[in-house]
């Protein structure tokens, strides 16, 4: 399947580098889809995305000289150079970490544009996007000769009585209906991530396995301190998300066992919590990075509820002078 995203996809996701563009890289690379990108589109998304961050970086540039004159005395603000974010915008493609393919600017799908244009036919959006609506059109024909076509687009000149619910327009459900293969169109990337979004199929015996045997010292610890033995398979629930990396899932995840009391003293209800995380490569079936978030006793006696704790403390970096921000994902697909 090819997945074309529209320019005002491209520009609202950051290159897809938002937490919803993670989440499609993900989903693409799990069902061997291609993102398919028009010449057109590149150089559009290339143009406007320069534009909005140099922007960016000249009002942060101004806003930061009116704080300094008020407080006499600032941090320094480091900002990408003009020449930086020039490099960054024109790698943007570079390394999407997904399959991509280059749809080049024909003379076919130019003469199908303007044939279009001249005929006044959908997608007939704002006139000054009409032919390059009209090359995206065309270059979605050209792809939907090799495999299934989703484009995704907000523009309204595409849909049937320019109303996303009512579907493609008529002459361009006409012209995507004579082969074997099939285009469906979407108004925004929710939409499409709703349809081909799974949940994570993770080995849920491998990761409880792979937990206790790193942390099997701390756990038997706080059973033998506390006199109790865990009973029968544990309960295990996980929440899975998307990572600035479409390869990896990040796993949060929760343990559970019934405890029972081996000191004699007739306590009950006993309950062994532990907390973890760790990060999956679905490719490989295997986890890696696995960290104890903490262990917990809770049970009854004669006093009431009581609740043991073994908090772990996860170690973190010691910072001088300033720190250096970077960009993390964390998007939930359970």
């Known amino acids: 399947m090819y997945i074309v995203l529209d320019t005002n996809i491209w520009y609202a996701e950051l290159g897809l580098s938002s937490a ?28 406007n995305l ?3 961050l140099n922007e960016a970086r000249g009002n942060i540039d101004k806003n930061h000289t009116t704080l300094l004159s008020v407080f006499g005395r600032l941090k320094e603000v480091v900002l990408p150079t003009p020449d930086e974010i020039d490099d960054k915008v024109n790698a943007l493609f570079d390394d999407l970490g997904v399959k991509l393919a280059d749809v080049p600017f024909t003379l076919q799908s130019a003469e199908r544009a303007l044939s279009a244009v001249i005929a006044g036919e959908p997608p007939n959006g704002p006139k000054d996007q009409q032919f390059k609506d009209s090359v995206v059109w065309a270059d979605c024909l050209e792809l ?57 199929q993770l080995n849920h015996e491998a990761l409880v396995h792979q937990f206790l045997v790193e942390t099997r010292e701390s756990v038997d610890n706080m059973l033998e301190r506390n006199g109790f033995a865990i009973e029968g398979d544990p309960t295990l629930q996980t929440a899975s998300f998307v990572t600035e990396d479409p390869r990896a899932l990040y ?23 532990l907390k973890g ?36 403390l996860l170690a973190g970096n010691v910072v001088i002078g300033h720190r250096t921000v970077e960009h993390t994902i964390r998007h939930e697909i359970d």
């Open 251 to 273: 796993v949060d995840f929760q343990i559970t066992y019934n405890a029972s009391d081996k000191s004699g003293a007739g306590r009950t209800n006993g309950i062994l919590t």
């Open 50 to 52: 320069r534009k909005s």
């Open 144 to 200: 939907l000769e090799r495999d299934h076509v989703a484009l995704v687009t907000a523009d309204k000149g595409f849909y049937s009585g320019r109303n996303y619910h009512s579907g493609l327009a008529p002459n361009l459900r006409a012209g995507s209906d004579m082969g074997e293969n099939e285009l469906t169109i979407y108004p925004s990337l929710n939409d499409l991530l709703e349809k081909i979004t799974e949940p994570a």
């Open 20 to 47: 919803r563009g993670a989440a499609l890289k993900y989903f693409a690379n799990q069902k061997g889809a291609v993102i398919a990108l028009p010449e057109v589109i590149k150089r559009e998304v290339i143009f």
């Open 277 to 312: 995380d760790a990060m999956y490569d679905p490719g490989t079936n295997a986890f890696s990075n696995i960290r104890n978030k903490g262990e917990e006793l809770t049970f009854k006696d004669e006093d009431g509820e009581q609740n043991k704790r073994n908090v772990v």
